[in-house]
């Protein structure tokens, strides 16, 4: 195997000259004109049959450097961005040149844009890239994201969105001074299961929502993993997993609390959790009366579910939250019987769908559906937890501004 | 059709003369050797065959006076006894005698022993009523326990056990004093999927228990009935079904929670809510790092769930705490793959089995497994709760002494 | 096949006039006005609770002779008379005199009315037995069928109906003649999931019927048991429970099959199966193109499931033809998504069910559902089946006459 | 039966001397070295974490050119590519060089190498494709087979292999002769589940193999498709998705029917059946006593689903045979419950597992482990069951020769 041979010339020059051309000037991407169409087969009782909506030519498609080549950037974006249709992956931005490598190989990224931390601010020197992915510990979400502003990438940065109130400020700061766009990686706010669900939601086909009980837990293992060090991840099981559910109830619901109670818990002399808390539990109040009660933790087996309560039925995530084999079940009462319908939803590639999103946003100058406003009101909402927990009272919250943009477009297909 | 023919003489006989004989003597019930038994017919890789456990002789069964004739005991409890194999009905106490006929010769009970509240005493001279059944709006759990301990008779009362702390240690204390057993009826400690999962916690197969996580709910209709009055109820959501949550949680772990914290919520302007709570939350914390979380509305569509999270596995019911149709999965890691099972544990009538407990328990005179104490220790929790809700702080609670007896004998069968 | 062809003249007269002289005197059984209503409590979107339906005082209901206290009789049928609202077990018929007392004490029947097989033509001077339940080994179903007819009793035989077509034919004679109901034991017909399920078939839900596939199996062991025995069951996996497959394919589709092709296989050694099949594999092809592929096997592990297919959806029992536990799914497209619903019916004890529709036809003097004609031509069938497998070869079959009498009927509750 | 009969000559040559011949250079793909590893992050109890694995630098991945673009080409193995880690699309072939113009631009694919079916033979010219993927119909498979092999490109052909015994016979010969692979696509021995699946069946997880009972349908529309003429399709609902039913039957068993009955169905006057099959039922006799009943049909709603019943317990693919959101639950008695598990293998895009396999065969000239002689045998098998479809008689099977090569690798990750 010779594996200094250099990719083919023409494919290079398809990935370098030509695409460099084209980052600039706006354009909308794919459009229906270049979609392939087949004749139904089926009857039409059967599922209508859909056809892969067009991706763009590989010239037309938004640069991203990845950022950060911890777990989530390899085993989850990477592999998601082979199934984008309007991004690419084109520069890498690692500490471990020898693993950069590795994975530019493997992903046919030249060597050259294989950058250490140090020099990442050369980004902005590279026209092909467009936007910046931040997979990185939670405490290097400000200054990343302060630098692609500068080096004047738009930014989608993986949640929690930062360490405090006061960070996610400055990064919504920095990106809105540089015209650039700042998308939290809400991965479920674009995962068509849930976004059913929140359609069905708007739909009032559960009455009046009323209750969310949710869990999200792991159990952990090394005490010496970034995440555990609360320099490094802003707390434990609450910012990383319990996040989720606070994302889910505010957005199925459409509504922002204002009243927060907590509770924490890390057990005396587990060596994992003398920085961060092992587990918390929290009840988040809204004004219609709907009522959120969730609880995560760091030690117990995995463990993902939600139950949406509404005054006319009941939907169900189980598992909810997860990467890949999420299942929705809905049951009302029909023709006098209770019925709980499994919803197919078809899986997509949950990190494929938002990075498509955040580069549609940058291809067409949109707005992004979660920008750092929602990455902030979750950081609002976390801090009142632990203020509650400490306290061992009730904290109220006031209403935040508009947090979303508009819901991503549906693509056909 | 002629209803006024009596019932056959012999049978007459059988259920009246004879059976008052057997009452005072103590006795062991059915044993193994009237027990019926087949051959083996399926290979030993094949689920084991079960024959149904001896029933008593119908003269050696516990007779039971069922007092208020409201849902739970007509369309529960009065099918259960025939399923029953060791207690009987024979008396009833009702405030509508038309129905009480009725149902009397539904069940073979003599028109005789159809009472009216006010004749509730006279259960003294009927010495074939060895124990009641109270299936009462709450507010008279106390009353009715204290006058069947007076009469001489056990008692086996519905949960919630009364309307506050002071009354559940009236009634235990009365009927300590007459030397008379009080059950209460949580018939979930005598499930046997549920008893199934307690076994597997005592066996750490979830590894050291970390969460529960549970919601019970379910959407209520005419506001003048009983339950939404709270001198008649007591409260609203919390001691009618909440409560399921607070005694799943303690019997699952077999601890008992330090501090509460309590949130309560009504809609205003809800004609059904003006007394009692639409919707209860409640974070228990117990001394080992165990949380639970639970969620109850009268405003919600039924939803009945909990899941149990393990440091090594998570066990959960859905629905949880139903009549009949429950559902237990438990997920774990085996050979590297996580692996959900249905734990197929075959349905028992649950009136049937907590009744055969108190019948036995008479029987043999044992303590029964939840005594009036079981009951006292979640009026103390709920109490709590609604002292966290009102004050907005969380409320630490002392342990109690013990509040169960021995776990229900495992019939044969 | 004749399609034209008209009923059976005999069976005509079987459910008209003969009948008609059944003693003793017709009643309704309990009435609408017998039953207890309570007020609404929930919610209008919630299941419609439902009041059990009033039973029949017990002088009224119809006494029963239990024959034969095999596995079915004492662990099925015999708890399922506890729950029965018309009928109720007033004699046991049995080779084995103690078993026979310990059971009649256990259900309160006097020791007199335990009677040994060579006793059985007393029943003519026993008037509190108006029918028979006859849970015998196969072979014995003939001659106990016949007897009971001529000592004035009803009969309900479980299935299969006989070891030959020869000798279902003389059961219905017999019968007829004696003016008696004969009823086979098809449980699944009465079953509340079957029965919503051919429902929505009759409702085109599904859409024309295309396909049935089912398997029922189970590991047999002892290979002395009756059901081994060719001269006393007939044969082997086929009619014990590949049956079931046969049955449902008929009574769901309201077809019968014109053509039958069908394999049977024995392990060459297996001690168990030196006399009878070890496994049998069918299609049944029906005149609308609805065809049924089975297979059953007396070799494999417990395994009860079938899925029909219709032009326009699906339905499914996983596990199906158990005697509890049952679970149907619906799968169809409904705005645009493949929705598979669980049809939650309530579950009920399908014996009971089965017998009280005995009673009440005897109460009422009405035809029953499942008459000798229903097994009859489930024998002809199964005779089919074994033809075709001798000579490796279908086998056309013609079209009975009518084998069913109406649907029972849908009590209130 | 002849069980001693060797393997046949000319597959041991295809498999080993010829196949030597293969160009170009020989490499082992990426090793284990160019693996990203992260220290462990969850405790020991949680399910082990992958890491992807490596894929392939781009300009060593085997050059595929997708002939005909039809549905499964575009909607399924062009996305599928975009996932492999050893080859990677550069040609196509199609009819329609607008919609091939639309789809390179999305892949990549310079217009250069986008050809006309005239044009087939200039792959001979084009050395970076090194294989060729058939998503044609039927009847083009051999053709287009013959046509690559002589232009010294392996074949990857879409399943049923071809129309007849006959023709599968010449491609294997032409394939032979070039020196070239010859695969058939079965993706469903490459699927994850169905590998676990037939892993356990190895370890007699289930005890002696019993039964196989499927159905695979689809309600078909336009009777103008191809699949439904008989000179394209060579039969209806058999070869297109019964196939599936036997091909899964074989290699979950791993042993060769040898006796097949088989039934035909087309509804008259449904312009959909005027030439191909409507349905068809078939039973497969194998010689251990392993009986597979199977039903497909071409006019019932989508429906796909197996159970696999052995002697001491089952297994259930529901769905099964789909491109995804495949569930496997295998159920056996432990502890003495039964017990249903859920084995959650983590889903694959099928598509790409079995074109990776063909490309490492082709980078390190092993043996691919379903050649023709798979197809073949699945095509004989066809033919005996329209055979006896058509003489309503049992038609008997020799046994073939060794029709698979050795297991795909397992791929660490």
Request: charged share 25%; net charge neutral.
């Amino acid at each position: 195997m010779n594996r200094d041979q250099p990719p083919r010339r023409d494919f290079l020059r398809y990935v370098g000259t030509l695409a460099a051309l084209s980052t600039p000037a706006l354009h909308a991407g794919a459009s229906e004109k270049d979609k392939v169409e087949f004749p139904p087969i089926y009857d039409k009782s059967e599922k209508p049959e859909k056809t892969e909506p067009p991706a763009d030519p590989w010239n037309e498609r938004v640069g991203i450097a990845l950022v950060g080549l911890g777990r989530i950037t390899v085993n989850e974006m990477l592999p998601a961005l082979a199934q984008c249709r309007h991004a690419k992956p084109v520069a890498l931005v690692t500490g471990d040149r020898a693993k950069g490598l590795k994975i530019a190989h493997q992903y046919n990224i030249p060597e050259s844009a294989v950058l250490d931390y140090k020099d990442y601010d050369r980004l902005a020197q590279m026209p092909d890239v467009q936007g910046v992915y931040l997979g990185l510990p939670n405490h290097m979400h400000l200054e990343y994201t302060v630098r692609a502003a500068r080096a004047g990438k738009h930014v989608l940065c993986e949640k929690p969105m930062a360490n405090s109130v006061a960070e996610c400020r400055q990064m919504i700061d920095a990106c809105r001074k540089a015209g650039r766009k700042l998308m939290i990686a809400y991965r479920s706010q674009y995962e068509p299961m849930d976004r059913a669900l929140a359609g069905m939601v708007r739909e009032k086909k559960l009455g009046a929502l009323k209750e969310f009980v949710s869990v999200n837990s792991q159990n952990m293992g090394d005490p010496q993993h970034w995440r555990l060090k609360r320099a490094l991840a802003g707390g434990g099981a609450l910012p990383d997993i319990g996040l989720y559910c606070i994302n889910a109830a505010r957005f199925l619901s459409g509504e922002e609390p204002n009243e927060v109670i907590g509770n924490i818990w890390s057990t005396p002399g587990d060596a994992r959790f003398r920085e961060v808390e092992e587990s918390c539990q929290f009840i988040l109040r809204f004004p219609s009366g709907f009522i959120a009660s969730c609880s995560t933790s760091y030690a117990a087996h995995k463990s993902q579910h939600f139950r949406l309560n509404g005054a006319q039925g009941w939907a169900e995530m189980n598992p909810a939250y997860a990467y890949r084999g999420l299942k929705l079940t809905v049951s009302r009462v029909v023709d006098g019987k209770e019925q709980a319908t499994d919803i197919q939803v078809e899986e997509k590639n949950q990190f494929a769908l938002e990075m498509d999103h955040f580069a549609q946003c940058i291809q067409q100058d949109r707005e992004v559906h979660t920008p750092g406003e929602e990455g902030l009101q979750d950081q609002r909402i976390m801090e009142a937890i632990y203020e509650s927990a400490r306290t061992r009272r009730a904290v109220k919250l006031t209403p935040p501004g508009r947090t979303r943009g508009p819901e991503p477009q549906q693509e056909a297909g």
